[in-house]
C-alpha cells in the first residue's frame, strides 16, 4: 500500500512556474506507474501526465509542451514542473499511483490505486 502526499501548490500568476512534489509516506514508488490529475470547480478529474518504472512519459494535450513528470525513486518522490501556466491551469492536482501502467490505462482515473489528497493550484490572470 502507498500513502501519497503532494506539495507545492500556490497563488501565482498567468506566465509563471510552479513545482508540484508527490513524495510517499508510507510505502515505495518504485513498483508503480505514477500520475497526476488535476479537477476544477464543477468539472471532471483531467488526466495531466504520467511517467512510467522506468520514465517513459505521457501527457495530457492540455499541457504538452509546458509541463513536465519526472520522478526519483531514490526520494520515493515524483514531481510536476508546470511552465508558462495559464489561469485555465487552476484546479486541485493529485498525485496517484498505477500498477497496471500502460498506455490504456495511464490516463483514467479509475485505473490508479492509490490517490494523495491534492493540492490547490491557482492561477490569475
Known amino acids: 500500500q502507498v500513502q501519497l502526499v503532494e506539495s507545492g501548490g500556490g497563488l501565482v500568476q498567468a506566465g509563471d512556474s510552479l513545482r508540484l512534489s508527490c513524495v510517499a509516506s508510507r510505502g515505495t514508488i518504485s513498483n508503480y506507474g505514477m500520475g497526476w490529475f488535476r479537477q476544477a470547480p464543477g468539472k471532471e478529474r483531467e488526466f495531466v501526465a504520467a511517467v512510467g518504472r522506468i520514465g517513459s512519459t505521457y501527457y495530457g494535450d492540455s499541457v504538452k509542451g509546458r509541463f513536465s513528470i519526472s520522478r526519483d525513486d531514490a526520494k520515493n518522490t515524483v514531481y510536476l514542473q508546470m511552465n508558462s501556466l495559464k489561469p485555465e491551469d487552476t484546479a486541485v492536482y493529485y498525485c496517484?499511483?498505477?500498477?497496471?501502467?500502460?498506455?490504456?490505462?495511464?490516463?483514467?482515473?479509475?485505473?490508479?490505486?492509490?490517490w494523495g489528497q491534492g493540492t490547490q493550484v491557482t492561477v490569475s490572470s
Open positions: 496517484a499511483a498505477i500498477q497496471k501502467y500502460a498506455t490504456l490505462t495511464i490516463s483514467i482515473a479509475r485505473f490508479y490505486d492509490y
